[in-house]
């Protein structure tokens, strides 16, 4: 199973921006999908999931101004990040875990593959 994340980038205070994830290898309906990020020196945190129901689950911090969505057919995982504040620069990961089902499992050890990461930088 392979994850490739992109869409990363520089961007001011208040934008947006889209993350994608592709997913191959496997049976992607099959697999929770979450997103995680990491920033210098912290570590790695939730941010948002899907369920094999398209169930979601996001983190307080981004509730309201992120948006996770699956698209089974094209094997991805989108997360949209609008408001985009200083804080939200990291590393953003995206992870698969093929037990989970409806489960959207919220630490790293519950993912079993995970994508190179991509960087985003919000400036003030």
């Known amino acids: 199973v392979q994850l490739q994340a992109s869409g990363g980038g520089l961007v001011q205070t208040g934008d947006s921006l889209r993350l994608s994830c592709a997913v191959s290898?496997?049976?992607?309906?099959?697999?929770?999908i979450g997103w995680f990020r990491q920033a210098p020196g912290k570590e790695r945190k939730f941010v948002a999931g899907?369920?094999?129901?398209?169930?979601?689950y996001y983190t307080d911090s981004v509730k309201g101004r992120f948006t996770i969505s699956r698209d089974n057919a094209k094997n991805t995982v989108t997360l949209l990040m609008n408001k985009l504040k200083p804080e939200d620069t990291a590393v953003y990961y995206c992870?698969?875990?093929?037990?989970?089902?409806?489960?959207?499992?919220?630490?790293?050890?519950?993912?079993?593959?995970w994508g190179q990461g991509t960087l985003v930088t919000v400036s003030s």
């Open positions: 992870a698969a875990d093929h037990n989970g089902g409806l489960r959207i499992g919220v630490t790293p050890l519950t993912y079993d593959y």
């Open positions: 290898g496997w049976t992607f309906s099959r697999f929770v």
């Open positions: 899907i369920g094999r129901g398209d169930n979601t």
